[in-house]
């Protein structure tokens, strides 16, 4: 026998990336409420979210540490040009610093992955639609969500559309 572990399934696979793209949200949302830096966030995370044992029944997901490195870091490098596309996507005289902040740190993760190019766009905005519709369950944040970051994705990748 061997000790390797067994190929994840294509949908373990997808789980993990939302559960990155889930955590990348929450770790942007501290940093801005904390004094952390991305590294300290990252540890944090580490600790707390990946890597642990979840029994089946668990709403915890294990994440992908490498997409969720990648997203935090891509915002936190990338957070001007993202923020300066967030702000031509927003109706006049709506600032990105005007926003709640949960949609902000979705808007900057979710600009750091339509930048890194290697996810469709369409995915992209529908995951963090989806992350939307979970913070905001009742509200109509999750269509503004999606109008925003389909106008961010068809700037950063019209050829995508």
Known sequence: MSDAAAPLSGNKKRQMRSAARLYAVQALFQMEHSDLDVDAVYAEFLEHRFGAEWDDESEMVDGDM??????????????????????????????????DPTI????????????????????VISEFVDIAKSFFPEGKEASFVNAVLDHMAREAKPEAF
């Open 66 to 99: 490498d997409l969720f490195r990648d997203l935090l870091n891509g915002a936190v490098d990338g957070q001007r040009p993202i923020d300066q596309m967030t702000d031509r996507a927003l109706v006049a005289k709506w600032r990105i610093d005007r926003i």
């Open 104 to 123: 902000r740190a979705l808007f900057r993760a979710a600009g750091a992955e339509i930048l890194g190019g290697k996810t469709p766009p369409r995915v």
